[in-house]
């Protein structure tokens, strides 16, 4: 089994829908973040914890909500979606303690039309 | 100014030749520093970390990090096509990208 999952790997939604974006992992790390890529632009933060109490902003978070439901799941969410958030989105995880324990998902694929 | 900063390439080396790739940040207190490739298509997958100034190296890989400069560099030796990709800069326990660089080994 995958060490981080993402689910769905592909979505296609309408304006105005909402949508949940889901990661899992295995690992037992405490840190995990949410990330969007656009061609061009990188990786951007939307959101990270450290924690499942602590949940922090990103340089991105505006349209975007999360939810740490355990240590293991880290969920995305879009309100109200906007063709301006199609994207490739990556959740990743990282040990606090092992700087080369850091993993990232396989990528969802969301297309708001 | 962006957190992390990347030249977005293309770097285009020969086969066997040494690509350089560079990455400087604006935050001062920034203590940890990350590299990563990801091939077209998929993740992002760790290379290697740093987080003391000088040279760290593992196998064909070489960081470089000069805190006083704010930059950090990823060095490959012997570049071989397989290294083509996009490279990826990140620092800080938020884990802040930059842009990437695409590289481009020639065979």
């Known amino acids: 089994d995958a060490d981080v999952t993402q689910t769905p790997r592909n979505r296609i939604t309408k304006t105005g829908k909402r949508i949940m974006l889901e990661c899992s992992q295995t690992k037992g790390h405490d840190r995990m973040y949410w990330y969007r890529q656009d061609p061009g632009l990188g990786l951007r933060l939307i959101y990270y914890?450290?924690?499942?109490?602590?949940?922090n902003k990103g340089e991105i978070s505006d349209g975007y909500s999360v939810s740490r439901q355990a240590q293991a799941k880290f969920s995305l969410s879009l309100e109200s979606a906007i063709p301006n958030q199609t994207a490739l989105y990556f959740c990743?995880?990282?040990?606090?303690?092992?700087?080369?324990?850091?993993?990232f998902g396989p990528g969802t694929r969301l297309t708001v039309l | 100014q962006k957190e992390v900063e990347q030249n977005s390439g293309p770097l285009s080396v020969p086969e066997g030749a040494i690509a350089s790739l560079n990455c400087t940040y604006s935050?001062?207190?920034?203590?940890?520093f990350f590299w990563y490739r990801q091939y077209s298509g998929k993740s992002p997958e760790l290379i290697m970390f740093i987080y003391s100034n000088g040279d760290k190296e593992d196998g064909r890989f070489t960081a470089q990090l000069n805190k006083a400069s704010q930059y950090v560099s990823l060095l490959i030796r012997d570049s071989q096509p397989s290294d083509s990709a996009t490279y990826l800069c990140?620092?800080?326990?938020?884990?802040?990208f930059g842009t990437g660089t695409l590289l481009a080994v020639q065979p």
């Open positions: 914890s450290f924690d499942v109490k602590d949940i």
């Open positions: 990140a620092v800080g326990d938020k884990l802040i």
């Open positions: 935050d001062r207190g920034s203590q940890s």
């Open positions: 990743a995880t990282s040990d606090l303690r092992d700087y080369n324990e850091q993993f």
